[in-house]
């Protein structure tokens, strides 16, 4: 199999890109094919051992960057490594394209050059999210920002394709975001949507509210538009910033308390046993200790909201395997995101989405 | 000054409606009327010492329950608290109506009973929300689904106006909420109203994504349609409660290495001094307290992420001042909101924008 990868992509390439495809084609036994600029990549490949790995190079010079158009930058740029990945998966020379650099140009430039699957109106960009019950997909966040009851329900049968084929989540429970369960809730595009899909042959458990999809039990796959797929994502990672700050300030008026609860132990036993120096000693290694313990769950949340860990987001109804890293993505971040570019490659995604019965159905329901 | 509020609404009522009320009554001297079945309000006004307190009660014996239909309730249960506080606002025999309860029937009875300020064409919700910064004014969190951008231009323009005349902020920065600042960014109705803010004579300081409203130093009104700003609300509320669960998932494998360090310095202080008995005492001591150190910070953001303490939200657009608090409201929370009802009065919001020159000034911006 072989994997292209946008080495010039990312807020840490080529550094953290060429690591991951080094990691990636050891782990995996996959090909991936370097694009970018031949010299610079050559030289950081030449920091890695990467003898008897399959990692060829195409060279594709010129780079996007975050202030480039996005619906112009592949078109403009045709030695970029995103247009020219995006050809060889559009010429079967490649099987799948990973990129964590300007995901806008990306998803542009895979419908222009690799084109949608016949039928499906609009892409959608399928997001892992962490729930307390495990993973969620959320669909679409961010591909297509207005959008038409209809496309809503081919995002909902391609991500619940996607879940099914690329996650192993058997027969995944579909749900629209809402700001209520009852089917009357929700914006009138939710509305529609909501009366499509009852009629459809998904497993489609109703509304959601945040709340409920981020339980992680009653939903496998969330569907909205992009426009509120992506302030889902950010008002996410918004309250996580928030709740760390949050937490350094209200460490400040209580810190006299911490201490004082803290070194109570110490101070009882220097009370039983007169010991001024010890008291010293314990209150040097115990504070810093304390200050550790209260920091740590907050990182750890910010860690759990951040999506490297779900190995980057396909991108759904273009007619290959194209998959977005996060822009900060380190090397297990790509590494984690071409595993997934071979597991949906592996799965026949496409091919399912292509698929003639499935096509049907999709056209089906939205002819009901 | 007489504020009528309606006793049977909300989750703790009528014990926090009328515990609040007669809070309210001593530390505003303003008269609450309280809207209820008599002789329950009656028998839950005996608890209190309420001597000297202006608290009339006005017979409203029919409750509007959570399930009734929002459009309908009010329409349907005449002698409903909503409807007949409602009416008193609409005929001048009170200068605003408080409620904790079904916040849909509030809002339609509202625009039903109450109407609308001549030139408005739509009623928006206002909540605070927390800010790094402050507190943040978040309009519309759910009165009007389906908006057009005129619509969402009156939002800014009412919310800009309760800002300056209740909350005493002075030229307040009026944001757009969307998924990125750029102007191109956003769904349609986001692109368009943008256009629309900037010509107008708003304090506008362009679109402003979740990180960036919370950070609070550079906005102050964030606008957006009801459909989206009641799920900003709702995402917030689910990741704060998400990372209270995550906190004590990731406590439990880290137990054995807070506790380890938590008794670090008693260890130490027994290896130097040799005591066994003390040990066992502080570890008894030490443990609980490090575990409630560790819980308090995220405790704490759900309590600032809970909009009680911010007095409620007032629909804007309609004909006098109403007052939605949160369904969960206690005491405290009510005589908030009868306090921020207060200030609303005082402040001549509904006059402010009913004034002719402001309406002017906000049909000139239509126009354009």
Known sequence: ??????????????????????????????????????QMVRAELAKHNAAGLRLPIVHAP????????????????????VAVGLRMVRDKEAEAFVSAGHSGATMAGAV?????????ERPCLAAPFPSVGGNLIVAD????????????????????????????????????LANGEEATKGDKLVQETHALLQGSTLNFVGNAEPKDALAGDVVDVLITDGFVGNLFLKQAEAVAKFATVLAKRTLVPRLFWRVTLGLLPTALLVALG????????????????????????LAGLRTVLDYRAGGGAPLLGVNGVVIIAHGKSDAVAVANAIRRAKEAVEGGLVAAITDADQHVQISATLAA
Request: glycine share 12%; proline share 6%.
């Open 141 to 176: 966040v961010g591909a297509t920002t207005d959008c038409k009851p209809e496309y809503l329900v081919q995002f909902a049968h391609m991500t619940s394709l996607y879940a099914q084929r690329v996650m192993g989540i058997h027969n995944p429970r579909v749900a629209l």
């Open 1 to 38: 199999m072989k994997i292209v990868l946008d080495v010039s992509g990312g807020d840490h390439a080529p550094q953290a890109t060429v690591a991951g495809a080094v990691q990636a084609a050891r782990e995996l036994g996959v090909e991936v094919v370097l694009a970018g600029d031949e």
């Open 62 to 81: 010129e780079v996007i960057d975050m202030t480039d158009h996005a619906g112009q930058a592949a078109r403009r740029k045709k030695a970029s490594p």
């Open 112 to 120: 222009l050059i690799v084109g949608r699957v016949p039928g499906i």
């Open 274 to 297: 007169r010991s001024r120096g010890r008291v010293a000693l314990a209150g040097l290694i115990g504070g810093p200790a304390l200050l550790a313990a209260v920091a740590a769950p």
